[in-house]
């Protein structure tokens, strides 16, 4: 595991983007994992700057999404599909068919999983995946749990994150309670890994997931055993570490 200790957000979104734009250059026609949420918010406007002034190239790139709610299209501004297209592939020179998120729109979980794994398969190892990390410590939408989920499934998510999300929603009522998500096999099949976190909300978490035990109760926690794994964090998200 290794860690780079940034100063804020905008320093730790800017070596996030060095790490994949390393991966990007040294093999063009790579295969991305990658992640929704307001963490690599930052990254993607980073990615974007450096494509639109020619020093990467996304136009072999393929991309895997981590995960997308179920139930909602990709119209709708809330869907994962919705959050790459604005934040990352519109503004980029990918090829659109190239590009890949569960199908939050088939209501049969099981023929839903087995689609997107095998488009995973697919795709050949990922290079390159991409996370962040919640103050329970899921990755993608794994929950804390009593095992560590192989590949695609789908989550009930919990009373936490349906609360952690709800601010994104017009009533508690409308956030959707399942969602369709890359299993923990599947993460650490990845090449490389590659976590951002920001602010002190997430020191609890980090000193927990990277300096406390292995177990399905902090799903990230299992990063530890990645041969690849890079976490990107600011002073505030290790402020209860010692480095």
Known sequence: MRIIKTKDYDDMSRK???VISAVMTEKPNCVLG???GSSP???YKNLIERCANGDIDFSQVTTVNLDEYKGLDHENDQS????????LFKH?????NNTNVPNGMEPDAEKACEAYNEIIHSVGQIDLQLLGIGHDGHIGFNEPADYFPKETHCVDLTETTINANARFFATKEDVPTQAYTMGIQTI????KVLMVASGADKADIIAQAF???VTPQVPASILQFH????LVADEAALSKVNL
């Open 92 to 96: 980029v020179n990918i090829d659109m």
């Open 16 to 18: 996030a983007a060095n």
């Open 34 to 36: 990658l992640a929704t």
């Open 41 to 43: 918010i930052g990254t």
């Open 188 to 191: 650490m099949s990845a090449k």
């Open 211 to 213: 300096f406390g035990p």
């Open 80 to 87: 994962y599909y919705y959050f790459m297209r604005e934040n």
């Open 227 to 230: 041969p690849d794994f890079i």
